[in-house]
Structures are given as C-alpha cells and as structure tokens.
C-alpha cells in the first residue's frame, strides 16, 4: 500500500512538470512570435520625410562608429584633388562619400543608398577667403553651405539649404545645428544624379588616377 502512494505521488510530480514544460514552451513561442511580428513593424519606411530621417540617422550612426565596411580610391584632376569611399554593411552597399578640393574650394557629397538608389543627399560646400588679419597672421573666413535632399524613386520631395560663415577670428562662429534649414526654390538633382551613377561605375576602382 506504501508503494502504490509513492508511485501515485510521483505520477502528480511528473504531470505537474510536463504541464510546466508546455506552459514555458508555448509562453517561448508567444514571445518569438511577437518578436518577429514587432520585427516586422520595424521595415524601413523610405516614401516618407519622416521615415527616410529616421533611416538616415540609424545608417549615419553606424557611420560615425566605424561599424561599416569601407573600400575606395584617390584621384587627381586638373587642380583637383579627391577621394571617393564605399560604405557597406554585410556586403550590402549603404553609403558613397565623394569628397573633392582645390586651393579654396572643398565639397563632401554623402549619398545614403537603399537597394543601390540614395533615398538621401547631404552636400556640404566650403569657399574659404582672406578676411584681413596682417601678413604675419592672416584672418579667414569659410563660407559654407549645407543642403539635404530627401528623394523617393530617385525623385526629390525636399530640397533643405543653409549658409554660414565661420570666421578664424571669431570666438563664437555659428554651429550647423543651431542654423535654420530653408526651402530650395530651385530642386534639382540632375547634377547629383549624374555624379552618383559615375561614382557607383567606379564602385570597383581601387587604384588612384587621373578624374572620375
């Protein structure tokens, strides 16, 4: 009889357990669903200001942290010098920065890339000029000028622009982020277009050169 309730105590222990099991499977699988679901709800959204923004700031973090992959190559061109870097994650091409200069000229253009066409343009153009001083210790000054494209199917739904100058003598020279953004009158990106489908055909170019 002793037996019997040993053996029946340890039958409830056993049925116990595997209703425990199950609960912690299922409660398992509620958990994958709902991350895979919430996975989902994270796609890009690259047809919108808001989406391409937030798109944008994700890639140009990893940017800024080195986690991307780079290849690229230098050039020269008439009095030009410039360099052009590929930046991609997991094989998969995400940013083209095209940087170029002269004697009192530089121009960096990022082009933010998306099943191989930019979704965003940042320009950044900087003209530098004496700006008094002395000769011994000669004053300068950058005019510099800022814009941002926002484009879906290689079309632009905004066209952003700002101008500052920084000048070497200057103590409180204005910061890019405190300057207001003005609508571009005049949107067009042919030009940039133009310079990306050159860029992206020199994708494999490793040795430096003559031009683009």
Not at 5 to 22: G, M, N, P, Q, W
Not at 49 to 60: H, R
Not at 158 to 168: A, F, G, N, P, V
Not at 191 to 212: A, I, P, S, V, Y
Request: include cysteine; aromatic fraction near 8%.
């Amino acid at each position: 009889m002793k037996n019997i309730t040993i053996i029946l105590a340890l039958l409830t222990i056993f049925s116990c357990k595997d209703e425990k099991d199950k609960d912690l499977a299922n409660t398992s699988s509620a958990v994958t669903t709902k991350v895979k679901s919430h996975s989902l709800d994270l796609e890009k959204d690259l047809k919108s200001i808001s989406g391409i923004k937030q798109e944008y700031n994700l890639v140009n973090a990893e940017l800024v942290a080195k986690k991307l992959d780079s290849v690229g190559f230098k050039y020269e061109c008439n009095e030009i010098s410039g360099n052009v870097a590929y930046y991609s994650e997991n094989g998969t091409l995400k940013v083209v920065k095209h940087f170029q200069a002269d004697s009192h000229f530089s121009s960096t253009e990022s082009y933010f890339i998306d099943e191989g066409k930019p979704y965003f343009i940042f320009k950044d153009d900087t003209a530098w000029s004496f700006d008094g001083g002395t000769a011994d210790k000669p004053e300068t000054k950058d005019d510099v000028t800022e814009q941002r494209f926002y484009l879906v199917d290689n079309k632009a739904i905004q066209c952003l622009e700002k101008k500052y100058i920084l000048r070497s003598n200057s103590p409180n020279n204005p910061k890019s982020e405190n300057v207001p953004n003005k609508e571009m009158k005049n949107c067009s990106i042919a030009d940039l277009q133009k310079t990306f489908e050159l860029l992206m055909k020199n994708k494999d170019r490793r040795e430096g050169g003559k031009c683009l």
